[in-house]
T-cell receptor, first 116, second 113 residues
Framework: DARVTQTPRHKVTEMGQEVTMRCQPILGHNTVFWYRQTMMQGLELLAYFRNRAPLDDSGMPKDRFSAEMPDATLATLKIQPSEPRDSAVYFC??????????????FGPGTRLLVL | QKEVEQNSGPLSVPEGAIASLNCTYSDRVSQSFFWYRQYSGKSPELIMSIYSNGDKEDGRFTAQLNKASQYVSLLIRDSQPSDSATYLCAAPSRTSGTYKYIFGTGTRLKVLA
């Protein structure tokens, strides 16, 4: 049963601390997305990678957020320093891009982040 | 104007009725559209994808696409209480030659037993 995994599932931290979230995409998928979801803003795309190359990170606050894909089985999202307004659920999704029709995205369970 | 718009609801329908969820989009060149269902506290899961004008049926779900009017809808026949969830519409928006998926804010559906 292939699925996207994310760790940690929950994270409580204090303002100013570094937060690292990890994602393992479905084996064989070539696109990885990072989203943030809040009640106020809904689901926002932060960044995405195709074949491990970053394609778009315009949704991400550049001064504190960074996203990387060190290998095909691991994507990371870091926040340094964290702020209370970063509190949200962070989802990773993966998909298989074949052509210009786009890809179906399969979401991980999410990381619930609370910054105090 | 938001790129993908949905009525936030809640949309309440009685059990057994047809639930109709609508979504409009602004990028005329969008080719593919996706409906996701999200239960409270859970992650979004794919319900339907649609690429061509017209209807696409899958069980109790029917997606309808009208590119001329730039809207896509999801019909749920014989609605069940277990269908109560938030339904998200997603459409790719072309930016600098790459696709960027834009999600609507979702419509909350309540099916009343």
């Amino acid at each position: 049963d292939a699925r996207v995994t994310q760790t940690p599932r929950h994270k409580v931290t204090e303002m100013g601390q570094e937060v690292t979230m990890r994602c393992q995409p479905i084996l064989g998928h070539n696109t990885v997305f990072w989203y943030r979801q809040t009640m106020m803003q809904g689901l926002e795309l932060l960044a995405y990678f195709r074949n491990r190359a970053p394609l778009d990170d315009s949704g991400m606050p550049k001064d504190r957020f960074s996203a990387e894909m060190p290998d095909a089985t691991l994507a990371t999202l870091k926040i340094q320093p964290s702020e209370p307004r970063d509190s949200a659920v962070y989802f990773c999704a993966s998909g298989l891009f074949r052509d210009n029709w786009g890809e179906t995205q399969y979401f991980g369970p999410g990381t619930r982040l609370l910054v105090l | 104007q938001k790129e993908v718009e949905q009525n936030s609801g809640p949309l309440s329908v009685p059990e057994g009725a047809i639930a109709s969820l609508n979504c409009t989009y602004s990028d005329r060149v969008s080719q593919s559209f996706f409906w996701y269902r999200q239960y409270s506290g859970k992650s979004p899961e794919l319900i339907m994808s649609i690429y061509s004008n017209g209807d696409k049926e899958d069980g109790r779900f029917t997606a309808q696409l009208n590119k001329a009017s730039q809207y896509v809808s999801l019909l749920i026949r014989d609605s069940q209480p277990s269908d109560s969830a938030t339904y998200l519409c997603a459409a790719p928006s072309r930016t600098s030659g790459t696709y960027k998926y834009i999600f609507g804010t979702g419509t909350r559906l309540k099916v009343l037993a």
